[in-house]
């Protein structure tokens, strides 16, 4: 008999592991809500701007995949040690010296990217304790870490303002610490870890074509999701004229909206199947990002369609990781690496165009456009391994919908 998710598993690791991604999260998209602020003190370019924003989307990429293979050689509790402390480290000398220049800003950006890469050390670190049957509730807990995006919208523009945009980065070191401190005494690696790989095993992974799809299933549903969190606050302080501060309200509303349905998207995923759910965000997301690229008049319109777009992105990302640790639970580590990059790298793809986009045809309509027709792009190639998925790997799964 099936127990209850609450029975299963490691509660102190779940919550430790929630909490570890959610400050991570909250610093790693710092930039975004700082934005207006530091581009109008710098004079930036749109094109600039958004480089600033998707530089840390883009560390964080790369290094989740140094994340994956730490994970299954020394455990994931140990390398989102390590992580935390390069960051907090980071961190403080960035605010003790200043930060002076816009390529000052790039180099914050890298060392930011060290907290996004915590995705690939908080997923198999919660992920480990808990069966095939429970896996997309897990999964969408943890993950519900994408909520501290919340948090640097709504604190960041308001402390900028009361102490100056760099002392932010100081004060950022309170939380990072305090949730440093719990990881360390609460955490604890699942007894079940797979027997560590030789590095070049690791390669074999990416023979295999459905590490492939996964890759770009998430590099939209996250890679979109990540992408405007660092993007909508420069989007809405531009197209509207707002405040840094309403602008970060703003950014607020839409990124909690995708970080508080990630797990209802596991959980969906679990009583559907994940490939239905994904259907269903892929088709989604294409018709509201087209819709948004026309340029809403409004900003009550505007800022709909972006939650309505974040919700169903954010339901795609717990519905990935419903499906990730069925097909490969034993490299769910270097997997959590490679689907992580790639969500990484959609999102610095997706932060960047708009930018680029905004400064070469004087509007963001062309980079949502793009995104909308990746999204239809994800769509089909759901649809054309569904059949195979059910009648193989997914048909040796009992009790477990995919």
Same mark, same amino acid.
């Given at each position: 008999?099936?127990?209850?998710?609450?029975?299963?598993?490691?509660?102190?690791?779940?919550?430790?592991?929630?909490?570890?991604?959610?400050?991570?999260?909250?610093?790693? $998209?710092?930039?975004?809500?700082? #934005? +207006? %602020?530091?581009? *109008?003190? =710098? /004079?930036?370019?749109?094109?600039?701007?958004?480089?600033?924003?998707?530089?840390?989307?883009?560390?964080?990429?790369?290094?989740?995949?140094?994340?994956?293979?730490?994970?299954?050689?020394?455990?994931?509790?140990?390398?989102?040690?390590?992580?935390?402390?390069?960051?907090?480290?980071?961190?403080?000398?960035?605010?003790?010296?200043?930060?002076?220049?816009?390529?000052?800003?790039?180099?914050?950006?890298?060392?930011?990217?060290?907290?996004?890469?915590?995705?690939?050390?908080?997923?198999?670190?919660?992920?480990?304790?808990?069966?095939?049957?429970?896996?997309?509730?897990?999964?969408?807990?943890?993950?519900?870490?994408?909520?501290?995006? $919340?948090?640097?919208?709504?604190? #960041? +523009? %308001?402390?900028? *303002?009361? =102490? /100056?945009?760099?002392?932010?980065?100081?004060?950022?070191?309170?939380?990072?610490?305090?949730?440093?401190?719990?990881?360390?005494?609460?955490?604890?690696?699942?007894?079940?870890?797979?027997?560590?790989?030789?590095?070049?095993?690791?390669?074999?992974?990416?023979?295999?074509?459905?590490?492939?799809?996964?890759?770009?299933?998430?590099?939209?549903?996250?890679?979109?999701?990540?992408?405007?969190?660092?993007?909508?606050?420069?989007?809405?302080?531009?197209?509207?004229?707002?405040?840094?501060?309403?602008?970060?309200?703003?950014?607020?509303?839409?990124?909690?909206?995708?970080?508080?349905?990630?797990?209802?998207?596991?959980?969906?995923?679990?009583?559907?199947?994940?490939?239905?759910?994904?259907?269903?965000?892929?088709?989604?997301?294409?018709?509201?990002?087209?819709?948004?690229?026309?340029?809403?008049?409004?900003?009550?319109?505007?800022?709909?369609?972006?939650?309505?777009?974040?919700?169903?992105?954010?339901?795609?990302?717990?519905?990935?990781?419903?499906?990730?640790?069925?097909?490969?639970?034993?490299?769910?580590?270097?997997?959590?690496?490679?689907?992580?990059?790639?969500?990484?790298?959609?999102?610095?793809?997706?932060?960047?165009?708009?930018?680029?986009?905004?400064?070469?045809?004087?509007?963001?309509?062309?980079?949502?456009?793009?995104?909308?027709?990746?999204?239809?792009?994800?769509?089909?190639?759901?649809?054309?391994?569904?059949?195979?998925?059910?009648?193989?790997?997914?048909?040796?799964?009992?009790?477990?919908?995919?």
């Amino acid at each position: 008999m099936t127990k209850p998710f609450w029975q299963t598993g490691h509660k102190p690791t779940l919550f430790s592991a929630f909490l570890y991604f959610d400050v991570a999260f909250m610093v790693w $998209v710092m930039l975004g809500p700082l #934005a +207006p %602020i530091i581009s *109008k003190e =710098f /004079g930036l370019d749109p094109a600039q701007k958004g480089l600033m924003v998707a530089v840390p989307t883009l560390a964080g990429a790369v290094l989740r995949l140094v994340n994956g293979l730490l994970v299954d050689r020394i455990g994931p509790k140990m390398t989102g040690a390590i992580g935390q402390v390069i960051v907090i480290v980071g961190l403080a000398i960035a605010w003790w010296f200043g930060i002076s220049s816009y390529e000052g800003t790039l180099a914050v950006g890298v060392i930011l990217g060290f907290a996004g890469a915590s995705f690939a050390v908080a997923l198999p670190l919660a992920s480990r304790w808990y069966p095939p049957e429970h896996q997309g509730k897990a999964m969408g807990i943890a993950g519900m870490g994408n909520s501290g995006t $919340v948090l640097a919208a709504l604190f #960041a +523009p %308001i402390l900028a *303002k009361l =102490f /100056g945009w760099n002392n932010v980065f100081g004060l950022a070191l309170l939380p990072l610490v305090a949730a440093f401190v719990v990881y360390m005494g609460f955490a604890k690696d699942s007894p079940d870890q797979p027997a560590p790989k030789a590095i070049a095993a690791y390669a074999e992974v990416l023979k295999d074509k459905d590490a492939w799809w996964f890759m770009l299933f998430y590099g939209v549903s996250f890679g979109g999701f990540v992408g405007l969190s660092g993007s909508l606050a420069i989007w809405f302080s531009d197209n509207f004229d707002l405040t840094p501060i309403t602008a970060g309200y703003c950014m607020a509303a839409c990124v909690f909206t995708g970080s508080l349905v990630r797990p209802l998207g596991g959980a969906l995923a679990d009583r559907i199947g994940g490939i239905k759910t994904l259907s269903y965000v892929y088709f989604l997301a294409a018709v509201t990002l087209a819709v948004i690229s026309t340029g809403p008049a409004t900003l009550p319109l505007a800022l709909a369609l972006f939650i309505l777009v974040m919700g169903t992105l954010g339901i795609g990302n717990g519905a990935v990781f419903q499906l990730v640790p069925q097909r490969f639970r034993n490299e769910i580590g270097v997997m959590t690496g490679l689907v992580g990059f790639a969500g990484g790298v959609g999102g610095f793809y997706l932060a960047s165009s708009l930018g680029f986009a905004q400064k070469m045809t004087g509007s963001s309509g062309p980079g949502f456009l793009i995104f909308a027709a990746l999204s239809l792009t994800a769509l089909l190639g759901l649809t054309s391994v569904k059949k195979r998925w059910r009648t193989t790997w997914g048909a040796a799964i009992q009790g477990v919908r995919i």
